[in-house]
C-alpha cells in the first residue's frame, strides 16, 4: 500500500491545501517522505457532514454487521504486514517487537468490540411491561442504550497503532454505532494513512455509507478545535497531554449544545511500599521498578512517576538496588523531539526544586533525542509543601518519596491528585496498613494493584483504564476494555410503541 | 414537628447570619412564617467537611444498611402526616390530592433504590480470572462500581416532595453511597425544613456518620455557587431553568477539578399527530392534549409545549377540539410569584413575535399568580425561520406548528433543540410515517411515546427522564427510575488484590 500524503474524507483521498507536514525519524531526526497536506474548515466541515449523513444508518446495522465490519478492520490491519510495523517504527523509533505486539493488542481489541457487540448486553435492553389494571394504570416502558452520534478522535503518540486510528477509541464508537472523524497525530502521520486505508476499504467492502469514516491531517491546534465544535460531533475521545485535553474540553464547554470529552490527560501512577514488603524483598522491588520505569523509554501513561516508602535499612536496601539497576539502563530514543525536549525541561524543573534530589541515573545519552532515565527524592513533608514535585514528566523519571511512617504515607496518598492507577507492595504483615490505605486509593485511582507494576493494561471486561481528574475528564469510564463501548451510547425509552415500531433489540 | 428556619448541617440545627429569607403563599401573596435565615460560606464549608469526613465510612456501608436507611427516610416521610402535604400545599398552591400522590411517589422512589441496592446489579461486579498460564500471564482483575463523592443537589420548585430534599437525585446519590448536601429551593423552604428533619433523624438512628445529609438554606446564587465549587462535592443534580442550569455547569467547569453536572433544564415536548391518527380521532386528541397541557397548571418539565400537525380539515377539527376543551380551563396559581411572572412574560413574548397567533386560551385569571392557558399557531415555514419560537414557557403555554405536509413535519423535528420526550399519535395506517419520524425523534430526545401524552413519569428500570441539550447537560444518564444510580458512581479495578483486600461484592 502507498503513503501518499492524503487525508482521508469518506470514499475520497483528499489532498490539503493548507501548511504541509512531515513525518521525523526520532532517531536521526531527518524527514520521512511523503509530505502530508493539511487540511482546513472546508475538510472538516466535508468529514463531518459525510458523518452526519451516515450516522443513521450506521447505528442502525445490526450488531452483527458491525461486529463483521470491526473484524474486517482488524484483518486488514494484520494484512499491512511488514509495511505497518515499518512505517510505525521509523516513524516513532518504537522497537519492532513492541510493535507486532501492539498490533495485535490493536486487532484484538477490535474483535473484543466484536465479542461485545455479539453478546448483546451492551444494549442494557430493559422491559417494565405495561400494567393495564394497575392504578393509573403503567404503560409499557423499553429501554435500549443507542449510538450518541459522530465521534472524533484524537490518536497518542505513544501508541501509533493501539490508541490511534483503529485505537481503542476509534474501535468502541465504531462499535456503538458511532461514525468516526479522526485527527492523525502528526508524530506517524504515514501510519496514520496505511491504517485510515485499511478502514476506508473496509467500509466500502462492508458497503457502508462512506461518512462511517474519515482522517483528517493538520498542523497545530485549529483543525482539532474545529473539529471538536462542529454542531455534528456529539463525543470526543483524546490521549495526550493535560494542556491538549484541556483545550479540548474548553472547546466542548463552549459549543452552544456541550458535548462530553473522554480526555485522558495526566497520570504519575504512585507506588506505595508497604514495610513488610520493603524489608522482604526491597531489592527485588527496586530492580524490577526500575524494569517497569524504562519499559518504551517510559513512554506509557501507566508509567511508575512517584514511589514512596518509609525510611529505614529496608528501604535504603530499596534505593541501593534500584539505583545500581538504573545504573545499567542505557538512554533510548523518544517518540518525537517535542517529548524529547519535554522530557529534558521537567527533569531540569524537577531538578531545580528545592528538596528535591537527584540521586542517581542511566546511561548519558549520545544520540538524538535520547531520554536518560532519572530517579529524584524528597521527603514526604517536602513532597506535601511543594505541589510542583506531583507533575507528570512524560518518560522514564520517578520520585521516591520518603516518609517517616505509615502516618505520614497515608497523608501522601491523601494529598495525590487523580490517577489511572495506584500500585500497592505488600506482604501478609502489611493487610493493616493496606486496609487503611486502599479506601484512599480508590477514591484517587481507576486501578488499584498489588505486588505488581502499573505498566501493561490488560485488555478485558473489569479493566478501568480511567480515573479522576487530571487522569482524565471523566472518572465515570474506561479507554480500555469491553465497557468502553458505554461512553459513546446513551439511554432511550421506548413507551407503548406499536410492534412494527419497536427496535429490535426490543422486541420479545 | 416544627418548622424554625434553622439549616440542618450534619446533626445540628444551625440558624444562619445571612439574609433572611420568607416562605410565601403563592395564593395570598403573603408570607409564611417562620423566617429562614440563610447560610454562608462558613456553612457551606461546615456542611462539605462533615460530607467528606462521612464518605468512607458511608461508601462502605453494606447495600443492606443503605436499603434500610432509604426505607426509615420513606416511613418518616410517611409519618409527618398531614403536616407535611398542609405545609407543601401552602407553600406551592399544588391540590392536596396532588401531593399526597406526590409524597407516595417520594416514599416509592426511596423504596425503589432499596430493591435496587438489594438487587446488585448496580455495582456491576466484573470478573477476568487469572491466567497464569497465557504468554503473558493475565492477572486477575476485578472490576466494581463505588460512590463517586459528595453530591451536591438542587431541588425543583415544580415537586417539593418527589424532586426536592428527599426526592430523586437525593434518594439515587445516597443509595450509591454519596453524602448529599442539599440547598434548598426557596419556593418550599418549610416543606424543606420537615423532609430535611426526617432525614437527618434517619441518619441518627441508623447510626450513620452525621455528614451524610445536610440542608442548606440562602437567598441568590452565591450560596449555591460557592456549594458546586467546593472541593469535597464531586457531583451535582439540579432540576430547574435552563439559566439556572448553565450557570452550574460553568462554576463546575471552572473548578481546578471538573466535575459532572446533572442538570435537567429545558424541554417543550412536542406532539406529533400523524395523519391517519388525525383524521380517526383529532377531536379526541385535542381534548386529551388540553388536559395534558393544563395538568398541575402546566407546570411540568414534561408539559407538550408544541404540537406538530399537517393541515388539512382533521387538523382543523383537531384545533376546534382543543380551543373548545381550552376555553373552559380556568386559570390556576402558579407555584411562586418568580414562575407567575416569567409565565406571563414568556406568553408575552410568543405573542409578539411576527408569524405566531394566538388563537385560543382558557378562562382569565381572578386571583393572584394566577396562569390562563394559551394556545398559538404558526406554519412549519415560519416555525423554522425563528428559534425564538423553540422557547420553554414554563406554563400552560403551547404552539401549534402547521405543516403542509409530511416532509416539512420531519424538518421541523430534524430542527427541534434536545427534548425530554417526543410523542407521536399515530394509527396502523401512520407506519410508514413514523418509521422515517422515530430515527430522527430517538436523536432528539430521551423517552419516546406513542399514543400518550408526555406528562406522567413512570418510576421504573425502562424509564429514561433525561434527554439532549438543553433537555439535560448529559444524555448519558436519567433522572427518574433505577438507572439514576449510575450518575452516582464510577468504576474502580483491582488487580491481583489478596482475598484479605477485596471488596465485599467481589469476593467470590
Redesign the interface.
Known amino acids: 500500500m502507498q503513503i501518499t500524503g492524503d487525508m482521508l474524507i469518506g470514499a475520497q483521498a483528499v489532498r490539503g491545501t493548507e501548511a504541509t507536514l512531515q513525518a521525523i525519524n526520532p532517531t536521526t531526526g531527518a524527514a520521512i517522505g511523503p509530505d502530508f497536506h493539511g487540511g482546513g474548515e472546508a475538510e472538516v466541515e466535508r468529514a463531518c457532514a459525510l458523518a452526519e449523513a451516515a450516522f443513521?444508518t450506521y447505528r442502525?446495522t445490526t450488531p452483527e454487521q458491525r461486529a463483521a465490519f470491526l473484524e474486517a478492520i482488524a484483518a486488514g490491519i494484520e494484512a499491512l504486514g511488514d509495511t505497518l510495523v515499518e512505517r510505525a517504527h521509523l516513524e516513532s523509533a518504537l522497537p519492532i517487537a513492541r510493535l507486532q505486539g501492539e498490533r495485535g493488542r490493536t486487532a484484538g481489541q477490535l474483535r473484543l468490540f466484536a465479542t461485545v457487540l455479539r453478546e448483546g448486553r451492551w444494549q442494557q435492553a430493559?422491559?417494565?411491561p405495561a400494567l393495564p389494571e394497575r392504578t393509573?394504570p403503567?404503560?409499557d416502558?423499553?429501554?435500549q442504550r443507542?449510538a450518541?452520534?459522530p465521534v472524533a478522535v484524537f490518536g497518542a503518540s505513544n501508541f501509533p497503532l493501539a490508541f490511534s486510528v483503529a485505537g481503542g477509541d476509534t474501535a468502541a464508537a465504531l462499535a456503538a454505532g458511532c461514525p468516526v472523524v479522526v485527527k492523525a497525530h502528526p508524530a506517524h502521520l504515514g501510519t496514520s494513512e496505511l491504517v485510515g486505508r485499511v478502514i476506508q476499504q473496509a467500509v466500502r467492502d462492508a458497503g457502508l455509507p462512506e461518512g462511517v469514516f474519515s482522517l483528517l491531517v493538520g498542523a497545530g491546534n485549529a483543525i482539532g478545535t474545529a473539529l471538536v465544535s462542529h454542531p455534528a460531533i456529539q463525543a470526543v475521545g483524546f490521549t495526550g497531554s493535560r494542556a491538549g485535553g484541556m483545550a479540548l474540553?474548553r472547546a466542548a464547554?463552549a459549543r452552544p449544545?456541550?458535548i462530553?470529552v473522554y480526555a485522558e490527560m495526566s497520570s504519575i501512577n504512585p507506588v506505595f511500599l508497604l514495610p513488610a514488603a520493603l524489608d522482604a524483598r526491597g531489592e527485588e522491588i527496586g530492580r524490577q521498578l526500575v524494569e517497569s520505569l524504562v519499559l518504551g523509554v517510559g513512554q506509557f501513561c501507566t508509567n511508575p512517576g512517584l514511589v514512596i516508602g518509609i525510611e529505614g535499612p529496608a528501604l535504603d536496601k530499596f534505593r541501593a538496588a534500584a539505583l545500581g539497576a538504573l545504573q545499567g539502563k542505557p538512554a533510548a530514543t523518544m517518540l518525537t523531539p517535542g517529548i524529547h525536549a519535554a522530557y529534558q525541561q521537567g527533569v531540569a524543573q524537577l531538578a531545580a526544586l528545592d528538596g528535591l534530589q537527584r540521586i542517581g541515573n542511566g546511561v548519558d545519552a549520545s544520540g538524538a533525542n535520547q531520554a536518560r532515565p532519572e530517579m529524584f527524592e524528597t521527603t514526604a513533608a517536602q513532597f506535601l509543601a511543594d505541589h510542583r514535585m506531583q507533575a507528570e514528566v512524560f518518560g522514564p523519571s520517578t520520585v521516591l518519596v520518603v516518609c517517616r511512617d505509615m502516618e505520614e504515607m497515608l497523608t501522601v496518598a491523601r494529598q495525590l491528585e487523580?490517577q489511572l492507577t495506584a500500585t500497592m507492595q505488600?506482604d501478609?504483615a502489611d493487610?493493616a496498613a493496606?486496609?487503611r490505605l486502599?479506601?484512599v486509593l480508590?477514591?484517587k485511582?481507576?486501578?488499584?494493584?498489588?505486588?505488581?507494576y502499573p505498566t501493561?493494561v490488560?485488555v478485558?471486561?473489569?479493566?478501568?483504564h480511567?480515573g479522576?481528574?487530571?487522569a482524565t475528564?471523566?472518572?465515570?469510564?474506561?479507554s480500555v476494555g469491553a465497557?468502553a463501548i458505554d461512553r459513546f451510547?446513551?439511554?432511550?425509552?421506548?413507551?407503548?410503541?406499536?410492534q412494527?415500531?419497536l427496535p429490535a433489540a426490543l422486541l420479545k
Chains 1, 2 share one sequence.
Open positions: 443513521d442502525n430493559t422491559f417494565d393509573p403503567r404503560p416502558l423499553r429501554m443507542i450518541i452520534g474540553m464547554n449544545q456541550p462530553p487523580g505488600l501478609d493487610h493496606a486496609q486502599l479506601p480508590e477514591r485511582a481507576g486501578r488499584v494493584l498489588c505486588n505488581g501493561g490488560e478485558a471486561y473489569a479493566m478501568v480511567g479522576p481528574f487530571p475528564s471523566d472518572a465515570r469510564t474506561t465497557t451510547l446513551r439511554p432511550v425509552c421506548y413507551q407503548n410503541l406499536p412494527g415500531l
